[in-house]
T-cell receptor, first 115, second 112 residues
């Protein structure tokens, strides 16, 4: 398919476990974004990559959150020592140009539940 | 800081009714404005957008006009269908930033 894909679609973790969430952007897209969507809320920005460079990580809620995009395509969001408040849907989006004003295309999200 | 406020849901209408979902924003500078839609079981999709004052975005019978004087971007549709049932998010992005700022979303339920 030509869209943004994310895996896994669902993840259940015990409190304290580490998790890794994967995003495959649309091929050739320069920009990649991660958002966190709590239940009943709108998505909130976490971090932004332009190719392999992480240009903005101002939305990461704590140092337990880490994201990478080493080759400028696939990205991984890692959460260490998960807490219950990390339970949310994690959305990935990509856009073809640098910066944020180009249309961002969203993946289906990964629903993380921390018990 | 920059923010988006939209009417709380759920909104329940009968098929063929007129729809308005209110959205106002606070932003420095001149943001671009968006409506995104999230259908059940699907990812967020861009519904329409407007990049400058007085622009009208439209798609699938939905319209929204960028009103700088009232800092609003209300979503309207003249005759809704059951298939329009979804969660609608108003959003903005500023020209000095790279992230989309979303409202909390409005769940729309259309009865046949």
């Amino acid at each position: 398919g030509a869209g943004v894909s994310q895996s896994p679609r669902y993840k259940v973790a015990k409190r304290g476990q580490d998790v890794a969430l994967r995003c495959d952007p649309i091929s050739g897209h320069v920009s990649l974004f991660w958002y966190q969507q709590a239940l009943g809320q709108g998505p909130e920005f976490l971090t932004y990559f332009q190719n392999e460079a992480q240009l903005d990580k101002s939305g990461l809620p704590s140092d337990r959150f880490f994201a990478e995009r080493p080759e400028g395509s696939v990205s991984t969001l890692k959460i260490q020592r998960t807490q219950q408040e990390d339970s949310a849907v994690y959305l990935c989006a990509s856009s073809s140009l640098a910066g944020g004003e180009d249309t961002q295309y969203f993946g289906p999200g990964t629903r993380l539940t921390v018990l | 800081g920059d923010s988006v406020t939209q009417m709380e849901g759920p909104v329940t209408l009968s098929e063929e009714a007129f729809l308005t979902i209110n959205c106002t924003y606070t932003a420095t500078g001149y943001p671009s404005l968006f409506w995104y839609v999230q259908y059940p079981g699907e990812g967020l999709q861009l519904l329409l957008k407007a990049t400058k004052a007085d622009d009208k975005g439209s798609n699938k019978g939905f319209e929204a006009t960028y009103r700088k004087e009232t800092t609003s971007f209300h979503l309207e549709k003249g005759s809704v269908q059951v298939s329009d049932s979804a969660v609608y998010f108003c959003a903005l992005i500023t020209n000095r930033d790279d992230k989309i700022i979303f409202g909390k979303g409005t769940r729309l339920h259309i009865l046949p």
